[in-house]
């Protein structure tokens, strides 16, 4: 499983699958890093191969959506690299659950709120142009991840404070909880 990333700069890269994490683990970060960095996002499942997809037919290649986050190590060589550094819960919703403005991802760390996200109308043509320049640079596999950024990275926790608790919820249900232990 490949995953595509649209970064919220437009920049386009990739993520292998070792850095995907179903389950709430702990996350230990090595010695060598001393800030992670988290970046809400948007997965997208595809559901039909292709290759150079138009903006315009993008919608017929998924069905399903999930809110979730990517991790970087700041500072490091390898910031995207790292094993289960991409946190997507194992439910994913209809795409359409994206149409409901009340539908609202938000991000805690250590109890207080550090992201809050509401769909806006535009939020589907922004996810097929995440899609499209994404099949520019790799071909889109059945079962593949199309992830789309919805901030730029920013500091998440650093290595002073030991340890940071992250949890993530959709329309008030937990999607998922994790502590990063330095």
Not at 4 to 10: K, L, Q, R, T, V
Not at 16 to 40: H, W
Not at 105 to 128: H, N, V, W, Y
Not at 142 to 171: A, Y
């Amino acid at each position: 499983m490949n995953l595509s990333i649209y970064g919220f700069d437009g920049n386009t890269g990739c993520r292998p699958d070792t850095t995907l994490e179903f389950e709430d683990r702990d996350f230990y970060i090595p010695e060598s890093v001393d800030r992670i960095d988290f970046a809400p996002a948007i997965f997208i499942r595809m559901t039909r191969a292709g290759k150079c997809i138009s903006p315009a037919f993008a919608e017929r290649y998924y069905e399903a959506v999930c809110p979730g986050l990517l991790l970087y190590a700041s500072g490091h060589p390898s910031a995207a690299l790292f094993d289960h550094s991409s946190i997507v819960p194992r439910t994913f919703f209809s795409k359409h659950t994206l149409e409901e403005e009340s539908n609202v991802f938000e991000l805690k760390a250590d109890g207080c709120g550090i992201f809050r996200f509401s769909p806006s109308a535009d939020i589907l043509q922004t996810l097929d142009t995440a899609i499209a320049r994404c099949s520019e640079i790799m071909s889109q596999r059945t079962g593949d991840l199309v992830v789309l950024e919805l901030q730029k990275p920013s500091v998440l926790c650093t290595r002073d404070q030991g340890t940071c608790e992250i949890e993530g919820s959709w329309c008030d249900n937990p999607l998922f909880s994790r502590t990063i232990i330095f």
